[in-house]
């Protein structure tokens, strides 16, 4: 049996062409379980009776079981979901709203289970990789909590790395945003890259549309080793000059991640060498971050998160605060783990 979300719509006409049928059937079944949310192939009624048999003895829809659901005090949630081989993954729902009454609801995707990177800072790095989601996987995430609450935005940076899984990622906002699916608008979408240089060039040139952050969190080359010690081979120079060039190729702004930890990344110097290394990046805006503490990690938060971004905002950088949401339930940046569970699931 075979996940019928793995299936770009090309790939869906050329299997109906395979089996005989016409390629029209293929839209019929993109529009029945992207637009009208259907669970079984045997309530897609667009369908001969012959062809729904066939569908289901060959592939399933759903896949993903939700373990538990657990609400913050701020609006957030957490989803646990277990994979079909028992593995669990984390998404992340962000409620949010301004002062002008307007509301909407960010849904962040994992892309792997677990990450090979490492970050210091983060519980997902402690983990190691397990192993790469398949495009159906990092869908479904969406499908299930968009089932009961709209989501408008989706990010890239729940568990893992996105792009490192750079094929299954893309191929999941290809049939995300096709228009005879979910039609998910492009800048709709944002990925959250750690900085891996090559697929950059990639997305640039592939994938476009979509918004770009990058998890810089130090600009010298030696803060950012100590805090993400596996991306040397992607240095700040190296790095710099890609973000250049997905700017020039996407006309899109580049948004810089700045995690701002005590002692570590959060003096004046540190704030002259940020401005010094991005101003000539244009458009440019840096998300501030403050840092949630995890347990296997010593840093602590920042006491100057004011000053440093006031410090940017004199220099003309647009610089803002990003107050995490969900750190009662562990489901802001960096939180998200499964390691316990996954080893319990296994067993
Ligand atoms: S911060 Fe992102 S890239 Fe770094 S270890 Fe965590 S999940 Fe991986």
């Given amino acids: 049996m075979k996940d019928i979300k793995n299936f770009d719509l090309k790939e869906l006409q050329g299997y109906m062409l395979s089996i005989g049928e016409k390629p029209f059937r293929a839209k019929e079944i993109f529009h029945a379980i992207y637009k009208e949310k259907q669970k079984d192939f045997t309530d897609i009624t667009t369908l001969p009776k012959n062809l729904r048999q066939k569908l289901s003895e060959e592939f399933y829809i759903y896949a993903l079981e939700k373990v538990s659901e657990t609400n913050s005090h701020d609006g957030a949630t957490k989803y646990l979901f277990q994979l079909r081989d028992g593995l669990l993954i984390e998404t992340a729902l962000i409620r949010e709203s301004n002062k002008f009454g307007r509301k909407w609801n960010t849904l962040c995707l994992s892309t792997e289970v677990g990450c090979s990177l490492d970050c210091q800072f983060c519980a997902t790095g402690q983990m190691g990789l397990i192993r790469n989601l398949d495009a159906s996987e990092i869908i479904e995430q969406?499908?299930?909590?968009?089932?009961?609450?709209?989501?408008?935005?989706?990010?890239?940076?729940?568990?893992?790395?996105?792009?490192?899984?750079?094929?299954?990622?893309?191929?999941?906002?290809?049939?995300?945003?096709?228009?005879?699916?979910?039609?998910?608008?492009?800048?709709?979408?944002?990925?959250?890259?750690?900085?891996?240089?090559?697929?950059?060039?990639?997305?640039?040139?592939?994938?476009?549309?979509?918004?770009?952050?990058?998890?810089?969190?130090?600009?010298?080359?030696?803060?950012?080793?100590?805090?993400?010690?596996?991306?040397?081979?992607?240095?700040?120079?190296?790095?710099?000059?890609?973000?250049?060039?997905?700017?020039?190729?996407?006309?899109?702004?580049?948004?810089?991640?700045?995690?701002?930890?005590?002692?570590?990344?959060?003096?004046?110097?540190?704030?002259?060498?940020?401005?010094?290394?991005?101003?000539?990046?244009?458009?440019?805006?840096?998300?501030?971050?403050?840092?949630?503490?995890?347990?296997?990690?010593?840093?602590?938060?920042?006491?100057?998160?004011?000053?440093?971004?006031?410090?940017?905002?004199?220099?003309?950088?647009?610089?803002?605060?990003?107050?995490?949401?969900?750190?009662?339930?562990?489901?802001?940046?960096?939180?998200?783990?499964?390691?316990?569970?996954t080893n319990v699931a296994k067993n």
């Fill in 142 to 341: 969406l499908m299930f909590v968009d089932n009961n609450i709209p989501i408008n935005n989706i990010v890239f940076m729940g568990m893992g790395e996105p792009l490192l899984n750079y094929e299954n990622v893309k191929k999941s906002i290809e049939i995300l945003t096709d228009t005879e699916g979910r039609a998910f608008g492009k800048r709709k979408i944002t990925i959250s890259t750690s900085g891996i240089i090559d697929k950059i060039y990639r997305l640039a040139d592939q994938i476009k549309m979509v918004n770009l952050a990058v998890s810089l969190h130090a600009a010298d080359q030696t803060t950012r080793d100590k805090l993400m010690p596996n991306l040397k081979e992607n240095p700040i120079s190296k790095l710099k000059e890609a973000l250049q060039y997905y700017i020039e190729k996407t006309g899109n702004a580049v948004t810089i991640e700045y995690l701002l930890i005590k002692n570590v990344n959060d003096s004046v110097e540190n704030a002259l060498k940020l401005v010094k290394l991005i101003s000539s990046l244009k458009p440019c805006k840096v998300n501030l971050i403050h840092f949630n503490k995890v347990p296997f990690a010593e840093f602590s938060p920042s006491q100057r998160e004011i000053e440093f971004q006031k410090l940017l905002l004199e220099k003309n950088i647009r610089a803002t605060l990003r107050k995490s949401k969900g750190t009662d339930i562990s489901a802001a940046c960096g939180q998200l783990v499964t390691r316990n569970l």
